[in-house]
Every structure is written in structure tokens, then in C-alpha cells.
């Protein structure tokens, strides 16, 4: 279990039978873990991912938790439908043609997503988002993001800088944030990989 997962957990709104939408939320079929704890919790969740979940993995869960297999630039959600958004290391991944793709054009998917999010939530509601990010030594202030490539991978790092200005250009407010180790990858650990958790409340 991710670091962050506790953190959010300890920050849930105090409403009950929330309605969540769970973004990217599929692990080989699994059910992202935060969400099965609000699930747990007597929340509805509603799950977002190209990949195809196994839902007989999760036969108790059935009358709470949906699904559809989208995009999450192509889905239609309806606006201010959503008490809690959660997106668990997604944001670097969306708008990047990455599947089966050598080289990656920046299309700004993860701002367009941002400002999806924002119309999806309802007036007061949170957004938890979890993503890349470098620190210390290498914590680059730059205006938006920067691209680090290696021999297998390719992915977004993101500022906190750049995640606080969008955000609150968007209109949301920033109400906290934990970075830790977060990259599975033991050279990424070594070369300082760090991850940021941060919450987002909608403001109108």
C-alpha cells in the first residue's frame, strides 16, 4: 500500500455515502486499495480506466462500485455529480500517447484533465491526487513540467509549483500535501524519485 493512502484516509470529508470517482483506478484487474477502503466505508465509487477490471475479484462490492473502460479525456461524467475524486499516480500518464509509444507529445491532457475534474465535483468537493515529483537536490521550479527519460520508461515529473498554480488557476483550493518515496523503481529511489499526494477542494 502506497504511503499516501493512509494520509487520505485520514482527510476524508465528513459526508456520508459519498459518491467518488476513482480515476485510473485499474491494477491488473484490481481495484485501486483507496478505493476499496471507501467501498469499505459504505461509499459508492465509480471507476475510470482504459484497462478492464476483474470484476469477479470483487463479488461484495457489487451493489457500491461501478466502472466504465474510457479514457478519461473521452468519458462523459455529468458536472457536479461527484462528492470525492481520487487519482493515484494517473496525472502523469493522462494525455500522453504512452502505450506502445517511443517518444511523447506533451499534449497538456493532464491540465485539460484538471479542469474536467473541477466540473465533475460537486460545489465543495475534494480531489485527491498522487503523482511524480523530484525534491531536494533535484527539484526543478520550472513554469509547468519536465519530461525524464530512461532506457524503459517514460514519465512525466511534475513541481509543486506547477501543481499549485494550476490548480488554483483552475479555481480550486489547496488544502494540503505530503511528498515521499514514492517510485517503485530502486535507481529512481537512489536518484532522489519522490512522489507528491496532494488535496484539492473545488471553489466556486
Not at 480515476?23 to 478505493?35: K, L, S
Not at 473502460?69 to 462528492?83: F, G, M, T
Not at 526543478?140 to 532506457?151: F, P, T, V, Y
Amino acid at each position: 500500500m502506497r504511503e499516501s493512502i493512509p494520509w487520505i484516509l485520514e482527510r476524508l470529508p465528513d459526508i456520508p455515502d459519498m459518491h467518488v470517482l476513482d480515476v485510473g483506478g485499474m491494477r491488473d484487474g484490481m481495484i485501486e486499495p483507496a478505493a476499496v477502503k471507501l467501498l469499505e466505508l459504505g461509499h459508492e465509487v465509480f471507476s475510470v480506466d482504459v484497462a478492464e477490471p476483474n470484476i469477479d475479484k470483487f463479488p461484495r462490492l457489487y451493489g457500491l462500485w461501478d466502472y466504465a473502460i474510457s479514457d478519461i479525456l473521452d468519458v462523459e461524467l455529468p458536472a457536479n455529480s461527484y462528492d470525492m475524486a481520487l487519482a493515484i499516480h494517473v496525472l502523469q500518464h493522462i494525455g500522453m500517447p504512452w502505450r506502445g509509444i517511443e517518444k511523447v507529445q506533451d499534449t497538456y491532457g493532464d491540465t485539460l484533465f484538471l479542469y474536467r475534474l473541477y466540473d465533475w465535483l460537486t460545489k465543495t468537493g475534494v480531489a485527491f491526487i498522487d503523482t511524480c515529483i523530484y525534491d531536494g537536490a533535484n527539484y526543478h521550479s520550472l513554469a509547468r513540467h519536465q519530461l525524464q527519460w530512461d532506457e524503459k520508461t517514460t514519465w512525466h515529473v511534475y513541481t509543486k509549483r506547477w501543481l499549485k498554480d494550476t490548480a488554483e488557476e483552475i479555481g480550486f483550493k489547496w488544502i494540503d500535501h505530503m511528498i515521499y518515496d514514492g517510485a517503485n523503481d530502486t535507481k529512481k529511489r537512489m536518484n532522489g524519485a519522490k512522489s507528491i499526494v496532494i488535496m484539492l477542494q473545488k471553489e466556486e
